[in-house]
């Protein structure tokens, strides 16, 4: 199979990890993701993950905490799902490199974009936590800063919805999905991809974002080899 990505950005949510146990981590879901990212890696794809921690803490959706530290403690999170997918890459004999914005030097790598891209070039997959270790900034903003210092060919948006619909498919049984979307639109219509910031951000830095449903792992796959699936996200032509 041949690639349409080289190098990609994934964007994977911490509640994916948990599976049906909505909370912590189900390690046989942890493990078939990991699968497939594999099978990407195998295909010559260069690999960098962005993960979130909201399978173990949402501080800032309480209000009773200052926000700087909820924020910290979100990202120690994103240290925890990092660690875990690196453990399963490395069953999997995938080289992998966990890097985090937060120096934790005794378990992970400072994250360095010179060094991070080197790792992806001698085909490593590099996991990348603690965000863009500054609070105040959600991990989908980390994943397009990340996207963009590295050179990603794009960014997939792994969620638990095969793409983006006009609202909520779960509460509206004739929402429509979007096959192509502009950033322009996404904001304007302020459907829920990700946060401005983010958005903003791959706009500027021309950085395309596919939105599509990781519930089946080796969607991972047909997206990178380009099969139809979710919704791209991209600038206007």
Not at 100 to 111: G, K, N, R, V
Request: glycine fraction near 6%; hydrophobic fraction near 45%.
């Amino acid at each position: 199979m041949d690639l349409k990505y080289k190098r990609v950005l994934i964007k994977l949510s911490g509640e994916a990890l948990a599976g049906d146990k909505k909370f912590g981590l189900d390690y046989d879901v942890v493990h078939d993701i990991c699968k497939s990212i594999k099978k990407c890696a195998d295909l010559g794809a260069e690999i960098a993950i962005v993960v979130g921690g909201g399978n173990f803490w949402r501080g800032r959706s309480s209000g009773k905490m200052d926000r700087t530290r909820a924020d910290h403690m979100g990202m120690l999170a994103t240290v925890i799902n990092s660690l875990a997918l690196a453990d399963s890459f490395e069953a999997l004999d995938l080289p992998v490199r966990v890097q985090t914005a937060i120096a934790m030097q005794e378990i992970a790598e400072p994250y360095i974009r010179n060094r991070a891209v080197h790792h992806l070039q001698n085909h490593k997959v590099v996991v990348l936590g603690c965000g863009t270790g500054s609070p105040f900034f959600s991990t989908d903003t980390a994943a397009a800063l990340r996207a963009a210092e590295i050179d990603a060919d794009v960014i997939f948006k792994a969620t638990m919805v095969n793409g983006v619909y006009d609202s909520d498919p779960h509460k509206n049984p004739n929402a429509k999905r979007y096959d192509v979307l502009t950033f322009s639109q996404m904001l304007e219509d302020q459907l829920a991809v990700m946060d401005m910031t983010a958005a903003s951000m791959c706009r500027d830095n021309h950085i395309p974002v596919l939105v599509f449903s990781i519930e089946d792992p080796d969607n991972l796959v047909r997206a990178i080899t380009g099969e139809d699936i979710g919704t791209i996200v991209k600038e206007e032509d």
